[in-house]
């Protein structure tokens, strides 16, 4: 059983990966679709900005927490380097708990946002602002999971090549 439980967190971030490079393939054909009709019929459908626009945002968000359990988010590990073993400890405790409460803030506040834009709909699709804006609890809530399941450990960086 406990295996299986070792395993959750790899299989939830290459889901969550695999389905922000889906959402993100569907982005590039909705956009290249818009471009198509601008330059072939004179103008492109209404919903294809919009839908362009929900997508990148649901596949970042989805892919938030994988991206920071890998390290290859945006960020400069220069006084995790230079500080003594103690010291880093506690600043990897300190920004993991940070993440930790940070993501969960932004999945309760996100959600509520969703569920109070429920009357509303997007001018393109026509459905509920919520379907979209779910996105943004659902990415918080991935990156609060994922960070959890990683724990306060050092997060890989990425190391420059001296070619």
Do not use: K
């Not at 393939?25 to 019929?41: H, N, P, S």
Request: positive net charge.
């Amino acid at each position: 059983m406990r295996s299986h439980l070792s395993r959750l967190p790899d299989l939830t971030r290459r889901a969550a990966l695999t389905l922000a490079g889906t959402l993100l393939f569907i982005d590039l054909l909705a956009m290249l679709y818009g471009v198509a009709m601008r330059y072939l019929a004179g103008g492109a459908p209404i919903w294809t900005d919009e839908l362009a626009r929900y997508l990148i945002i649901g596949g970042v968000m989805l892919a938030a927490g994988a991206v920071w359990v890998e390290g290859g988010h945006m960020r400069v590990a220069l006084i995790e380097r230079l500080l003594p073993r103690p010291l880093c400890r506690l600043l990897n405790l300190y920004q993991w708990l940070l993440t930790l409460t940070l993501a969960v803030a932004g999945a309760i506040f996100s959600y509520r946002y969703a569920q109070s834009v429920s009357m509303f709909t997007s001018q393109g699709l026509g459905i509920s602002r919520t379907i979209p804006v779910m996105a943004l609890p659902t990415g918080f809530a991935l990156l609060a999971w994922q960070a959890l399941w990683h724990g306060p450990a050092p997060l890989p960086t990425l190391e420059e090549s001296s070619s």
